[in-house]
């Protein structure tokens, strides 16, 4: 069975543009959560979707943002980069039953941004 | 809050000898779940173990095993017989009830030959 894809693998921007990240959950899992993680650090969450619906956010700006589709891939989309966003974006996706407190995450490879 | 400590940035281990990595936690939830995970240097998080804080029975994933003290608010990760390939950065995370997972800073283990 294939794992959770994202794409692109790597990304250069500069400064100001905007940048849209995609990922697709493992096949029958309907939850999508994104995190960032910087150099030397552990992931941070940014937002989780479950049934299409924004379940949970993270503490970033509001320059951030994500939708999850009818076939539960997503989108993370942030506008205005800034040279602290250059990071590895990870997508993970998980079965989720409507009360899950610990349903197991699923990451895929992440996408590296770099911002110039 | 939740909050994870890993105070081990680096680990050195032996080829086939056991390490441990230590995790200890905080949180207000009465339930929540631990999880280790392995990023190797290609980045990809790999979910290596999991332990719900119910569960009665410590548990184990070939040779991964989890240590986990409820009282001390620990869930440390033994790796038994370390191989090369081991050799990564290993996270502690948990989950409680806002379903987001919160993160350790990482242990990075080396095993040597």
Known sequence: ?116 | AQKITQTQPGMFVQEKEAVTLDCTYDTSDPSYGLFWYKQPSSGEMIFLIYQGSYDQQNATEGRYSLNFQKARKSANLVISASQLGDSAMYFCAMRGSNYKLTFGKGTLLTVNP
Do not use: M
């Open chain 1, 1 to 116: 069975d294939a794992g959770v894809t994202q794409s692109p693998t790597h990304l250069i921007k500069t400064r100001g543009q905007h940048v849209t990240l995609r990922c697709s959950p493992i096949s029958g899992h309907k939850s999508v959560s994104w995190y960032q993680q910087v150099l030397g650090q552990g992931p941070q969450f940014i937002f989780q979707y479950y049934e299409k619906e924004e379940r949970g956010r993270g503490n970033f700006p509001d320059r951030f943002s994500a939708r999850q589709f009818p076939n539960y891939s997503s989108e993370l989309n942030v506008n205005a980069l800034l040279l602290g966003d250059s990071a590895l974006y990870l997508c993970a996706s998980s079965e989720e039953k409507a009360t899950g407190q610990s349903e197991t995450q699923y990451f895929g490879p992440g996408t590296r941004l770099l911002v110039l």
